[in-house]
Each structure stands twice: as C-alpha cells, then as structure tokens.
C-alpha cells in the first residue's frame, strides 16, 4: 500500500470514527433528556397558571415564543439590511467592510454573560426599561445580529455576479436588482440564519436573568418581567426541589427548539423549491 493510500484510508477512519462519536453523543445526551423527562409530564405542569405547588411551566413557553419573536423582529431586519450594504453598496475592499466583519466576528464570541451585564446596565437601568420582556429583546437582538449579518452576507456573495450583470442589463436599477433578484437567490442562507439566532434565542439563560428576569407568568405588556423555557429549567433546576419537574421542562425545550428548526428548514426548503422550480 502506497503512502497516499494509506494517508486516505487514515483520513477516511478518522472522518468515519468522528461523525460515529458525534451521533453517538448526541443521541445518548437526545435519550437521557427523553427518558428522564417524559415521566415528569403531567396536565399540571401546563396549567396557565404558575404556582409553587404545579410549576407550570406555560407561562415560560408562552414567554419564550414572544421572545423569539420580538428579539427577531428586531435583528432580522437590522441584519440583512446592514449585510446588503456591505455586499451591494459598500466598495469592494473597503476599510469599513474590513472593520465591520471583524467586530461582528468578535461578538458572535462574546460570552452571553456579558451581554446580560450590558443589558442590564443600559437598557435595563439607564433606559430605565426594567427587568421586561422589551429588555431581554433588545439585549438577545444585539446578541443575533452578528449571527444573521454574517450568514446573510455569506449567502448574498454567493449568488453569482451574472444574476446581476443581467438583471442591469436589462435595465434595472440596483435596488430592484438587489430585491429581485439577488435576496430571493439568497433566500435559503438567510433564513438558515435566522435559525442559528433562533436556536440561540430559545437557549439562552445567562442575558435573560440580568434584563427579562425571572416572573413566572405571562406579561401583559412588553415592560413586564418575563421568564423563558430555559431560564425557568434554571430556576428549578438551582432549587432542588422539582428534579422531575425539571426534566420534564428539559424534554419540553428540547422539543420546541427541534420543532422550531424543523419548521425553519421546512420553510428554507420550500422558498428554494419555489425560487428554483
């Protein structure tokens, strides 16, 4: 056996044994969620209301959905328009680009807890906003928005320059160029990222505690305090008094978080079907 077989065969081993291990381990952390979770769910733990005696875990899901929500409807429009500058308008090879995709670089890596602190600070206290749904929103949008930027412009500078050269062939301006042409070609990438920042959104507990807080119920404004899926699993997780509980509202973000996805990619799917025949 020649040196570059063997080197391929290694290579071709060790791409095998890693994606074994990886599915692996995430169907063993997927079945212990499940496992130890599915028992705990009872009617009560879906009561509207929150008490210590059911501790429904509703109100969370509810908050959570209009978290995800808000928080998009804030950096999904923020994102894309700001990575259509870059791609469409900005000169190509601008020292603004440059310093633009570095520091959205930089803070996709931030912890969240520093986001947390932040929002705590600013919006929280010298916004005087609150520990509010509105606060845990705007905090979680800044933490997306590089997220959404960068796979938008990935996407949009993957498109090929002669959709363009022939849409301005034809007369068309840049702007009916870039919204008919090259966002519905690049449809796919930025919904892929809106997922990622949806994912993200419905998983994060540190930013929350500091800026939504902790109030197990349904707002009726988005200046009341707000208590997600995940940090409600937090809070009674830290307790120690509802394991089962627990679990179960583990099982239960699990399961939104995948559906979320599903359906995410379901609707990707079918603008891509739709835009390519």
Aim: proline share 4%; no cysteine.
């Amino acid at each position: 056996m020649t040196n570059r077989k063997r080197s391929a065969l290694i290579a071709r081993v060790l791409v095998y044994t890693g994606t074994l291990l990886t599915l692996a381990l995430l169907l063993l952390m997927v079945g212990y969620i499940l496992v130890k979770g599915i028992p705990g769910l009872s009617p009560e733990l879906f009561a509207w209301e929150y008490n210590s005696e059911n501790v429904s875990l509703m109100p969370a899901l509810v908050n959570t959905l209009l978290m995800t929500v808000l928080s998009l409807l804030i950096a999904a429009p923020l994102g894309i328009f700001a990575a259509v500058y870059l791609t469409e308008y900005a000169k190509r090879g601008s020292r603004l680009v440059g310093i633009v995709r570095i520091t959205a670089e930089t803070l996709s890596g931030i912890p969240s807890i520093i986001y947390g602190l932040f929002g705590l600070l600013f919006f929280v206290t010298s916004l005087g906003l609150g520990m509010s749904l509105v606060s845990g929103a705007l905090t979680l949008s800044i933490m997306i928005l590089p997220v959404i930027m960068r796979a938008t412009e990935e996407a949009l500078l993957a498109v090929p320059g002669e959709y363009r050269e022939g849409s301005f062939g034809l007369g068309a301006g840049r702007l009916r160029t870039v919204f008919k042409v090259v966002m519905p070609s690049a449809t796919p990438g930025i919904l892929a990222g809106i997922i990622l920042g949806t994912g993200r959104i419905v998983g994060e507990t540190a930013a929350l505690i500091y800026t939504a807080g902790t109030v197990a119920q349904v707002p009726q404004s988005i200046f009341d305090s707000a208590r997600t899926l995940s940090v409600h699993l937090y809070a009674l997780a830290s307790e120690g008094l509802y394991n089962n509980q627990a679990y179960a509202t583990a099982a239960v973000l699990l399961v939104t978080v995948v559906g979320i996805n599903a359906l995410s990619a379901y609707l990707a799917k079918r603008v891509a079907r739709r835009q390519y025949g």
